[in-house]
């Protein structure tokens, strides 16, 4: 069975960072995309950035030129590093990978989710 589960997540001052970790378990062949959303109370999901295969990114214009998404296939972990953070970056950011595993292949799996408070 394919797991994500996220860490990193806590609690900072508007300003400082915070880096993030995806880690991805299981009967792995391949990984597709691996993602960063994150959802407010009360808000829609959101997604903040992407990173595919090949190493292309996307980000949500809210978090372009703080955040920075990575991933290490090695490891099958995926990574944002949060940087100038603001007290509207507060939210449960999950992680999402596509991922061709024992059914051989691609499914959505999602994290649990790893709360990040920004304080002003």
């Known amino acids: 069975q394919v797991q994500l589960v996220e860490s990193g997540g806590g609690l900072v001052q508007a300003g400082g960072s915070l880096r993030l970790s995806c880690k991805v378990s299981?009967?792995?062949?391949?990984?597709?995309?691996m993602s960063w959303y994150r959802q407010a109370p009360g808000n829609q999901r959101d997604l903040v950035a992407t990173?595919?295969?090949?190493?292309?990114?996307t980000y949500a214009d809210s978090v372009k030129g703080r955040f920075t998404i990575s991933r290490d296939d090695a490891k099958n972990t995926v990574y944002l590093q949060m940087n100038s953070l603001k007290p509207e970056d507060t939210a449960v950011y999950l992680c999402?990978?596509?991922?061709?595993?024992?059914?051989?292949?691609?499914?959505?799996?999602w994290g649990q989710g790893t709360q990040v408070t920004v304080s002003s």
């Open positions: 299981g009967r792995i062949f391949s990984i597709n995309v």
């Open positions: 999402y990978s596509s991922v061709n595993g024992p059914s051989g292949y691609y499914q959505d799996y």
């Open positions: 990173i595919t295969n090949t190493g292309r990114t």
